[in-house]
T-cell receptor, first 112, second 115 residues
Framework: SQQGEEDPQALSIQEGENATMNCSYK?????LQWYRQNSGRGLVHLIL?????REKHSGRLRVTLDTSKKSSSLLITASRAADTASYFC????????????FGKGTMLLVSP | ETGVTQTPRHLVMGMTNKKSLKCEQH?????MYWYKQSAKKPLELMFV???????ENNSVPSRFSPECPNSSHLFLHLHTLQPEDSALYLC??????????????FGSGTQLSVL
């Protein structure tokens, strides 16, 4: 299994601004997922994008996937203080069946 | 609520203690997982159970002993832990193991401190 690697490690913005987080991975994947974690809590699934998809939307979230560059980005538009959390990408690699592996995450702080 | 409940939320134990973490899922899922989350490290997959059978064991020390009595319940038995085992232990479930595109549902975790 491989790990996704998020960038940046930490991001601090003002309410109303957009937040962009990136994820890079090493080998081919079946799908890539984004999760959110509030401090000291469990992870919550946000969105899944399959390897044959390039872009996906869910509310204020937009996820892109570029399999040629082995990278994905998560865009949160019009951010709110409640979006303050850590965001993780998780990859499901293409070598047979496998469980998800997670990166270290991006910590997002949205100030009012 | 994600449908996955973990107890206790916090646990402090000495190195000679024996304790257990409990996880229960109300989603009718067939796979359950234990993850360890330490500061500044990626989530580490510890164990996976599918239909009550252990299917993955990622080189976890024997002081961690999982148990899955049925598809809704998962335990992690702890004994003679080390201070470096202090971490957030997360339980998760999914509809199936090894399915493409399975998403995980996580509990809130047990914050473990080993003194």
């Amino acid at each position: 299994s491989q790990q996704g690697e998020e960038d940046p490690q930490a991001l601090s913005i003002q309410e109303g601004e957009n937040a962009t987080m990136n994820c890079s991975y090493k080998t081919s994947i079946n799908n890539l997922q984004w999760y959110r974690q509030n401090s000291g809590r469990g992870l919550v699934h946000l969105i899944l994008i399959r390897s044959n998809e390039r872009e996906k939307h869910s509310g204020r979230l937009r996820v892109t996937l570029d399999t040629s560059k082995k990278s994905s980005s998560l865009l949160i538009t019009a951010s709110r203080a409640a979006d303050t959390a850590s965001y993780f990408c998780a990859t499901d690699d293409n070598e047979g069946y496998s469980t998800l592996t997670f990166g270290k995450g991006t910590m997002l702080l949205v100030s009012p | 609520e994600t449908g996955v409940t973990q107890t206790p939320r916090h646990l402090v134990m000495g190195m000679t203690n024996k304790k257990s973490l409990k996880c229960e899922q109300h989603l009718g899922h067939n796979a359950m997982y234990w993850y360890k989350q330490s500061a500044k490290k990626p989530l580490e997959l510890m164990f996976v159970y599918s239909l009550e059978e252990r299917v993955e064991n990622n080189s976890v020390p024997s002081r961690f002993s999982p148990e899955c009595p049925n598809s809704s319940h998962l335990f992690l038995h702890l004994h003679t832990l080390q201070p470096e085992d202090s971490a957030l232990y997360l339980c998760a479930s999914s509809q199936a193991y090894q399915g493409r595109g399975e998403k995980l549902f996580f509990g809130s975790g047990t914050q473990l401190s080993v003194l």
